[in-house]
């Protein structure tokens, strides 16, 4: 049921106090990290006026909005509300939350109740994340790798045995969060260069 898990992120792209925007199935959301390195994907706007919550900031355990300071909690509720230092504020103000969790070293989302996890790819370490300008068919053509009945592409890129994880962007772009098998830096820098070339060759043939 890889269907309902987004991949979004290799986990080191996203440090501790690091808020970043992801697209998941067309919909906004904001990825972040809290000081313990706990992980969170909300709605990408806030409650109050609507501005990005990624182009926010965070603090200890809490998302704090760029524009008026409205701070945010694990659950999703608010906790302050600046301008109003007193005031406790209502229960109803609230960021939607959806599931993340991480493992093999990458950051999945799913939008709504699942209770299924992401596929495991023990083995494999993380090698990169690109975007590239193509839709996922044209690069599964352009890449040769066969699809597993997980929807991952697996195969060889520079002999070095990789996983490739797609994850559809609007307007027909992709990002390809590879995984490989651990191998010496050399080998690895190898099959990075090659999952460029794979860009390369996708972009080609989806302007064809
Ligand atoms: S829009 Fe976020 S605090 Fe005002």
New binding site residues.
Partial sequence: MTAAWTPVALARDLPRLGVMPVCVDGIDVALWRSASGRLAAWADR??????R?SH?FVRGEALS??????SYGASGSCLR?PAHPDLEPPEAIRVPVHRATENNGVIWVALGDQDNTPPALTGLVPLRSVTVQARAEVIRSASGLAIGADGIARGHLASIAVAVLMQALPEGATVLHVLAEPADPAALIAASRAVEALRRAAESKGAA
């Fill in positions: 806030c409650p109050h006026r609507g501005m919550l926010g909005c760029i524009y008026h300071g409205w509300i």
